[in-house]
């Protein structure tokens, strides 16, 4: 009399896929996209990730079914509920299960050999609990909580309005968190709500699992399986560089949090607004009220206390004759003598001007590389349809010919993306040793890429040869120009490669490089003189800290 729901068999019973319920496009694989999968992964900071399909997914997620049921020797809608409890993760999970002997009692709070199951082979009418009417068909799970089908219908019904929750649906026993299986959605819910508890279900997989997510580019419909989680740029089949970690648009090689940090400083400008306002407000001496000054005159009057002051020495003005026999401040000496010198004030105003010029100066870099990022991208575009049109004229050769010029393309496109987010890196890098190196290596990566970029600009079509009927022909000075091209990438991929991947661990060998290039320095002027890795000025080397801008001098040079 009572159904058993737990299945033998993960297979969709009418032959329904994930298709059918399909709520999202598929984008389709043109030539772009076949083209773009040969060369992927390069340039990106982990190589383990993998890229799912629909299919994949769906096979994946049956396969954890099957292994769990197999592995824990547990029915199918148990290994279902398992699994959802552990947002799919399969490893832990079998873990846990040999780790605990009742999880599963104590995950569902039932006991699966306690002998709460109705009474399978009775043949009066069960009374069911909710609507207290006699039913000959009650529904219930392996945890023997019956109840009738009109009852479980609307329960289920009204769960499949919580959306992508759904899945976590549990016996409708108050107390039971056995989690409904797939197939009592599918013979209680209308076809419309099975079909989005099911669209849910395979979503789920990708959604909760904490190593998997969706491709962010819009219409793509692949996801992503990447088991260590770390700040990663992914490639998708799609052509859409991501991180997985936060979704962004790839960043190497600064992490998500640093990229956060320079979004915010550069789009709201609150630091600079702050210091701003730290250069052009002093507080009254008085009531310590932020003072602005907007007008040239030194003769300042508090607008909170009414106290009228210096500007400059922020002494009393009309004690200035009094006290220096003179109208205003303009000797150092009066000031000093009155103990109003402000030595300590000035650098620190130089100090912000400072930090505001540097941030100008990086913001700008950042800026100018960021929007090449867009033309890189253009003229990816550009190339395809220059490819396409080759192809379609003469049929005698086909996009394998040409595809080394859209991994050019694509090689500038995502260099230029490395480089510019560089600039926020040597933003906040403050050791002054690894500044110098920076820069050293930066104008190296920007030197490679320029090259790179400008064989790239050029028309290729230029190679091609022409017969007398106007059909092209690939010859020698096509192949030549094929194997320039291809060295060249070849050798800026291995540079950047190479150096992102040292920027990115923290520059760990900076040292011996340091050393190396100050051997190759001037010994005279290095044992008298300082360079300031920041400013540029030249300090003596007596001095601990640069003259303009305050930074440190490096310990390097102070050592010799
Ligand atoms: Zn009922
Ligand atoms: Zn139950
Ligand atoms: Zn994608
Ligand atoms: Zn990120
Ligand atoms: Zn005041
Ligand atoms: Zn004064
Ligand atoms: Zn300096």
């Keep these: ?6 299945r033998s068999d993960s297979q969709m019973s009418d032959g329904m896929g994930w298709d059918d319920y399909e709520y999202e496009s598929v984008p389709d694989l043109t030539l772009d996209h076949q083209m773009s999968r040969d060369f992927g992964p390069k340039l990106t900071r982990g190589f383990s990730f993998t890229i799912l399909d629909k299919v994949e997914i769906e096979s994946k997620q049956d396969q954890y079914i099957s292994q769990i049921r197999e592995t824990l020797e547990v029915s199918d809608c148990i290994a279902r509920s398992l699994l959802i409890r552990f947002l799919w993760d399969k490893e832990k999970l079998i873990q846990k299960y040999y780790d605990s002997e009742d999880l599963v009692k104590e995950l569902f709070n039932y006991d699966r050999h306690c002998g709460m199951k109705i009474d399978v082979s009775s043949q009066a009418p069960y009374l069911c609990p909710v609507c207290y009417m006699d039913t000959n068909n009650p529904i219930s ?19 499949i309005l919580l959306g992508p929750d759904s899945i976590n649906t549990t016996c409708a026993q108050s107390g039971c968190k056995l989690i409904i299986p797939e197939n009592l959605f599918q013979k209680l819910c209308t076809k419309e709500g099975y079909q989005k508890y099911y669209y849910y279900f395979k979503k789920s997989f990708i959604d909760i699992n904490k190593t998997t997510k969706w491709c962010p580019a819009p219409n793509c419909s692949y996801a992503v399986e990447y088991p260590s989680m770390k700040s990663t740029d992914v490639v998708c089949k799609c052509g859409n560089d991501w991180c997985f970690k936060c979704l962004r648009k790839a960043h190497r090689p600064i992490d998500c949090e640093l990229l956060v940090k320079w979004c915010d400083r550069i789009d709201l400008g609150q630091d600079d607004t702050d210091i701003w306002i730290k250069l052009n407000t002093k507080q009254c001496p008085k009531c310590k009220a932020s003072i602005q000054k ?8 508090c607008s909170q206390c009414r106290y009228e002051f210096c500007w400059l020495c922020l002494g009393d003005y009309r004690n200035h004759t009094a006290e220096t026999g003179r109208g205003l401040c303009n000797s150092f000496e009066d000031v000093v003598a009155v103990g109003r010198g402000k030595q300590d004030e000035m650098e620190e105003k130089m100090k912000l001007d400072f930090m505001l010029k540097k941030l100008d ?12 990022i867009s033309f890189a991208q253009k003229k990816k575009l550009e190339i395809q349809n220059q490819i396409k049109n080759c192809i379609e004229i003469n049929n005698k050769y086909g996009p394998r010919d040409f595809v080394f010029l859209e991994e050019i393309a694509e090689l500038v496109i995502r260099a230029r993306r490395a ?17 110098i190196f920076f820069d050293f290596i930066q104008s190296d ?15 290729w079509q230029l190679h091609l040869e022409v017969d007398g009927y106007g ?9 030549k120009y094929k194997q320039d091209v291809n060295n060249l990438r070849s050798a800026v991929e291995t540079h950047f490669s190479k150096v992102i991947n040292q920027i990115e661990a923290g520059l760990p060998d900076i040292q011996d490089e340091i050393d190396k290039v100050l051997g190759e320095a001037d010994n005279f002027h290095k044992a008298t003189q300082w360079t300031c890795p920041t400013c540029t000025t030249i300090n003596p080397i007596a001095h601990e800290t640069c003259n303009i801008c305050r930074t440190k001098q490096p310990k390097i040079v102070a050592k010799r």
């Design 1 to 6: 009399m009572v159904e058993s729901l737990a």
């Design 141 to 159: 799970m392996e945890c023997g909580h019956a109840f009738c089908d009109e009852c479980y219908r609307e329960y289920l019904q009204s769960q």
């Design 294 to 301: 907007n007008q040239g005159c030194m003769h300042m009057t």
């Design 361 to 372: 100066h990086y913001k700008t870099r950042y800026t100018e590389h960021y929007k090449a």
């Design 419 to 435: 480089l510019t987010y560089t600039y926020p890196m040597r933003f906040y890098l403050e050791s002054p040793a690894k500044q």
């Design 445 to 459: 990566l920007e030197t490679s890429l320029e090259k790179l970029n400008k064989r790239n600009e050029e028309d």
């Design 471 to 479: 059909a092209i022909h690939l010859g020698e000075r096509f192949f």
